[in-house]
């Protein structure tokens, strides 16, 4: 019997890469809901960095802060309600007006396109109410799934978690859920964190990757979960 040969050299090779690219797993249930209590104890009450008066301001300023810092909105935002603090005003100032408020964040053109546009509907369809609905909300222009999360859970109350970058990139690298989308890690999240905690859960993780655990410098060392997590690059 022939001696068995030993796998090859560009076998071999795409094995340790397979193998180095696999990260850790998940952490568990219990070491999750750790995490939480440890968040909730240093912040019980979190909030949206976001400046607004009600669900309508909030709708607006969410539709303005894609792609734009919570800074920079509030900033075009505070002039803008005092012209237009409610859908009816806004429809009444137009996208003209609306565009030189917000024209210092990015992509300003489409995004007043879209807040006079989602005024309009809310005036001629909803009564100027802004509807506590997943579904109505998502039917807007200019509102995803993720700006429907939000509002859903600070205007209205439910227990969602709305999925921005800092908390797509802290959910994976903790990790807490994988995923390649947005959807992914929001389905999973919101299947694996404790009910008692998912309320403020995205407030906390969204703090967390704004200001600990940064995309380019995660600042490890004043991290209160740094001996949870798993992330293999930890900073010193």
Partial sequence: MSARKPPTAQKTGRSAAAAKAVGPKPVDDATLAEIMRRFEAANPHPEGELEHTDPYTLLVAVVL???????G?????????????????????GEDAVTEHIRTIGLYRNKAKNVVALSRILVEQ?????????????SLPGVGRKTASVVMNIAFGEPTVAVDTHVFRISNRIPIVIGKTP????????RRIPKQYLLHAHHWLILHGRYVCKARA??????????LCRYPAKTA
């Fill in 65 to 71: 802060s894609a792609q734009a810092t919570d800074k």
């Fill in 183 to 190: 959807d992914e890690i929001q389905i999973g999240l919101e």
């Fill in 126 to 138: 909803y009564g100027g109410i802004v509807p506590p609905s997943r579904v109505a909300l998502e």
């Fill in 73 to 93: 909105v509030n900033i075009a935002t505070r002039k803008l309600f005092r012209d237009a603090a409610d859908p009816a005003a806004m429809a009444a100032l």
């Fill in 218 to 227: 995660p600042e490890c060392g004043r991290c209160l979960i740094e001996d």
